[in-house]
């Protein structure tokens, strides 16, 4: 979690914020996606978070990916901006966001595939028809969407 999320929490507490962030699809070229287990929920889901201050959406997606994991994004093609209440999560420890997610599909990349970081215990590929059934509740709306729109 960025300073800025940060900071806001020190003022609002856990009340539900409005978060702006991106995330990534990463798919190599047999088709899989690459997803982390989040250290805060235990739960699979994709590299990303909040946007800080002066940063594009873009600029989000690339860095969350390469904090987390180590992998440095090529192309990036937009896929969605998901909002709603669909994307409300309360984070185990209590605090609440309703996300506005950019997301963006990456097919070339280059990196380690491993956690980078400590918001993240171990990475793996899945297959489309094969992810797991623990993925965060967020990203399993945004890996839905994806898989019934993908060409």
């Known amino acids: 979690m960025g300073d800025y999320i940060l900071q806001l929490r020190r003022l609002v507490g856990t009340r539900p914020l409005i978060t702006c962030g991106a995330c990534v699809i990463l798919l190599d070229a047999r088709g899989r996606i690459l997803l982390q287990r989040r250290a805060d929920n235990g739960a699979w889901g994709l590299p990303g978070g ?3 201050p002066g ?3 873009e600029q989000t997606a690339r860095r969350e990916t390469l904090e987390e994991m180590g992998i440095v994004c090529g192309p990036l093609e937009f896929l969605h901006l998901f909002s709603g209440p669909e994307m409300y999560y309360r984070y185990p420890h209590g605090d609440e966001a309703y996300n506005v997610a950019a997301v963006y599909v990456c097919r070339r990349f280059e990196g380690q595939d491993h956690p980078a970081d400590d918001e993240v215990t ?3 590929w899945f297959a489309p028809a094969d992810l797991p059934p ?3 509740p967020p990203d399993r709306v945004i890996l839905g969407h994806f898989l019934a729109h993908r060409q």
């Open 122 to 124: 171990e990475t793996a």
């Open 55 to 57: 940063e594009t959406l």
């Open 50 to 52: 909040s946007m800080e």
């Open 134 to 136: 623990d993925i965060s």
